[in-house]
């Protein structure tokens, strides 16, 4: 019995790291939007089996990361302009609760947040796009992990995860203009720091709209 569960757990492991491979490829570059997952070959370079990587592959459909199409399989969702306006209007609404719901940082949060923030322009300056995409993510996600929301931050993060590999296309073309991501997000911290719940939304909802404007630009240039 003990090794069933352990063999059942293992088994679950593997399925969640293969997932987390197949959405960096997709950030990477690797995997584009609506091409479609050769199997065989995705396996052998993520290298696990094909079982587990059937099991994330639908895991990844569950989220909308990739789709599945007859007589083609599993291919990398494309969103078009009106799948990304729905996207910008559900994260609105979700994070605007968390933000209403979160508690006062402490300072080794807000140190934190510092930190990601600092972390993000090395990466930058690197020209590392993965690592931009990480520490842009953990700055965020570390703000909303200050609210009891669970479930709203747990559907914040499906949605962002959808549009991360066209986020990574924007991060792609011009590392030089990201750097102005760098003071909204120092705005963020300094509103978050004095408790002020209206100016952090005002200022998240900006940032937000600059992202998903600046995300569209390259889109359109595919």
């Not at 052998?44 to 909308?64: C, D, Q």
């Not at 930190?115 to 931009?132: F, K, L, S």
């Not at 669970?150 to 990201?178: C, H, I, K, M, N």
């Amino acid at each position: 019995m003990a090794n069933s569960e352990s063999s059942a757990v293992s088994g679950h492991q593997l399925t969640l790291q293969a997932a987390a491979q197949i959405r960096g490829l997709i950030i990477d570059r690797v995997l584009l939007p609506g091409e479609k997952v050769r199997q065989v070959d995705l396996a052998e370079k993520i290298g696990v089996s094909r079982s587990p990587l059937r099991e994330a592959l639908r895991t990844l459909e569950a989220e909308g990361v990739v789709t599945y199409e007859v007589n083609r399989g599993y291919v990398v969702a494309r969103l078009d302009d009106d799948d990304h306006e729905q996207i910008l209007a559900m994260r609105a609404m979700l994070e605007a609760e968390l933000f209403k719901t979160i508690t006062r940082p402490d300072p080794e949060k807000l140190a934190y947040l510092k930190e990601a923030n600092e972390n993000m322009i090395e990466a930058i300056d690197a020209r590392n796009v993965a690592q931009v995409l990480h520490w842009n993510r953990e700055f965020h996600f570390t703000i909303f992990d200050l609210s009891p929301l669970g479930q709203f931050r747990r559907e914040v993060q499906r949605l962002w995860q959808l549009s991360e590999g066209y986020s990574a296309a924007w991060w792609w073309r011009t590392p030089d203009a990201a750097k102005r991501i760098n003071a909204e997000h120092n705005a963020i911290i300094t509103a978050l720091k004095k408790y002020d719940i209206s100016r952090l939304t005002e200022l998240s909802n900006a940032h937000r709209t600059g992202g998903h404007e600046r995300t569209m630009a390259v889109a359109a240039l595919r």
